[in-house]
């Protein structure tokens, strides 16, 4: 019965309503998922071809076979433009499916940045960089294993047999469009020391997302983050990271850092990275309350790096059983090849 509640709630929230603002995916492992967390970060790297595969399973205790689960996959490569600066182009692919309704959205996004050098030396300069993506999102939802109010038999469960079924609802598979766009800068001091910051603005157009046919719209994101790396010593450094969104009513905030180990030499780029980040969200009414505690590694050996992260949730939630966190795969692959020039990057 604790199952059919949690699914008859989430089928309420996203299809039964039509004063609820959808709300956009996230990984905890946002530094690792860079063309999601901002359109400047398209081409920001320190090779000329980058591809990324995101993958976030969440609440699976609660939910079993209907957990929510989000996969993302990026391109992205730079090009040189002039002496100095780069021209960046991308594309990602992301989907996400929740609950026994399998409510889910497909979007595929091309992005677009330019990056303006500020001063500084090759290995060492001040970058400003604008950027852009323009996308197509497909939201669709499955009403076969939909469960009504009118189905609820008074004793605590559901009657099949039953009438049931909302005739509001127009559509069950739509198409919008999407834009976004951001600004960063970065600062990178020597190979082993950079700082960025940066902020992002979601669903410019504020396309209409309803299934009932009226015009709900999508409420803009607005991210702001920052972070980098500084060295401690030739085999030790610290990467801290802040990333923060506001959508609608909803705000949240995850703030962490982890610790780089060198594994190998500087040239084979073997290390270890273990960290902590901690995410807090504002409530409707008013205040905050804590989320989640996120637990992540990785591990990078040449042009791979491997990383996995656990979200321990610690927000009322958790009283519906033990290990109802998420857990996230994230890979990312550089091609480097030969290039005109070196500049280094904040690495992602």
């Known amino acids: 019965m604790k199952i ?22 996230h990984f905890s492992q946002f530094y690792m998922s860079p063309l999601n967390l901002n359109p400047a970060l398209t081409g920001v790297m320190n090779c000329n071809t980058r591809v990324v595969v995101n993958y976030r399973n969440q609440w699976s205790q609660i939910l079993k076979g209907d957990a929510f689960s989000t996969y993302s996959a990026s391109y992205d490569q730079k090009i040189a433009v002039g002496r100095s600066d780069y021209f960046g182009i991308g594309g990602t692919l992301w989907g996400d499916s929740a609950g026994a309704l399998n409510y889910g959205t497909t979007t595929g996004r091309i992005s677009f940045s330019y990056a303006k050098k500020m001063g500084g030396y090759r290995k060492s300069a001040r970058y400003l960089v604008f950027g852009a993506d323009a996308g197509v999102s497909q939201r669709k939802v499955n009403l076969n294993n939909a469960q009504w109010p009118s189905q609820h038999d008074g004793n605590g469960g559901f009657g099949s047999t039953l009438p049931g079924g909302d005739s509001n609802i127009q559509d069950t598979d739509f198409l919008h469009g999407d834009l976004s766009a951001g600004l960063m800068f ?25 299934f009932l046919g009226n ?18 010593n030739s085999d030790f450094s610290i990467l801290p990271n802040i990333v923060y969104m506001s959508q609608g009513k909803h705000s949240q905030i995850n703030l962490g850092t982890s610790a780089r180990f060198n594994l190998g030499s500087r040239s084979d780029g073997q290390s270890w990275q273990v960290g902590g980040w901690y995410r807090v969200g504002n409530k409707v009414e008013g205040g905050i309350h804590s989320d989640a505690f996120i637990l992540s590694t990785r591990f990078d050996y040449g042009n791979y790096g491997i990383g996995f992260s656990y979200d321990v949730t610690v927000s009322q939630l958790s009283q519906a059983g033990s290990g109802n966190g998420a857990f996230e795969f994230s890979l990312n692959y550089l091609i480097c090849g030969r290039e005109k020039r070196s500049v280094y990057c904040p690495r992602f």
Not at 14 to 23: C, E, K, L, R, T
Not at 188 to 209: K, M
């Open 186 to 210: 970065f600062n990178v001091l020597d190979e082993s020391t950079n700082w960025y910051a940066g902020i992002a603005l979601h669903h410019l157009n504020q396309p209409t997302v309803s």
């Open 215 to 232: 015009q709900e719209t999508l409420a803009g994101r607005l991210t702001a983050h920052a972070g980098g790396q500084f060295k401690i």
């Open 4 to 25: 059919t509640k949690y699914l008859f709630v989430l089928a309420a929230l996203f299809i039964g309503s039509s004063s609820v603002n959808a709300q956009d995916i």
